[in-house]
């Protein structure tokens, strides 16, 4: 199934977070692991990791997202990721 899936759109949300359109029909997001580091800091970790992850909210980040291939992947910062990959780490609500 994940061989057909296609990327239709992709966009940057606040807080981290990839807004991806699929061929299927489905919407979904992806939270970046940047913001998972930032949740697991402000439940342990340095007072240091602890002050960033309180002055994070809301994280936003800026890019430009290149469709490739047909929409099989998506360009974000220098690193390709495959339409299956996101539709798998994808949830359909924040």
């Not at 994940?2 to 807004?19: E, G, H, T």
């Not at 980040?61 to 290149?66: E, H, Q, V």
């Not at 047909?70 to 609500?93: C, M, P, Q, R, W």
Request: hydrophobic share 40%; charged share 20%.
């Amino acid at each position: 199934m994940c061989r057909d899936i296609k990327i239709l759109s992709a966009a940057m949300l606040p807080n981290l977070r990839l807004y991806v359109e699929f061929n299927t029909g489905e919407n979904k997001y992806i939270k970046s692991d940047m913001l998972n580091f930032a949740l697991d800091a402000s439940k342990k970790g340095t007072s240091l990791q602890k002050s960033f992850a309180a002055s994070a909210a809301p994280l936003t980040w800026f890019s430009d997202i290149k469709l490739q291939n047909d929409g099989k992947n998506i360009l974000l910062n220098g690193h390709s990721f495959s339409a299956g990959e996101l539709y798998e780490k994808g949830t359909v609500s924040l």
